[in-house]
């Protein structure tokens, strides 16, 4: 599942995914067998609850003119879904 915010880390944890298919049907006439373990999102660990704070530490480097463009309906709008996203899981 695609979190916002997260646009490399979420094709970089399907890429070892696909990767894992493929070897797994590539190793089967060889008797091997491949397995993945594919840990899900927890919204009580540590890393989830660090996504509004990262974005807000990243909003408030953003040059004042592109927070401008944005504007603060954006800024709290994003950030709640951010929260909702997690709440979701």
């Not at 997260?6 to 049907?25: G, I, M, N, T, W």
């Not at 609850?49 to 040059?63: A, M, S, V």
């Not at 592109?66 to 909702?84: A, C, M, N, P, S």
Request: charged share 25%; aromatic share 16%; net charge negative.
């Amino acid at each position: 599942i695609g979190l916002p915010s997260q646009p490399a880390y979420c094709p970089s944890k399907y890429a070892v995914e696909a990767f894992s298919d493929v070897l797994r049907k590539d190793m089967i006439p060889f008797g091997v067998s491949v397995h993945i373990i594919e840990p899900g999102v927890f919204n009580k660990t540590a890393l989830y609850g660090n996504y509004q704070t990262g974005f807000d530490q990243l909003w408030e480097k953003l040059p004042d003119d592109v927070r401008e463009d944005y504007g603060t309906g954006f800024y709290e709008w994003f950030r709640k879904r951010l929260g909702l996203a997690l709440n979701d899981f």
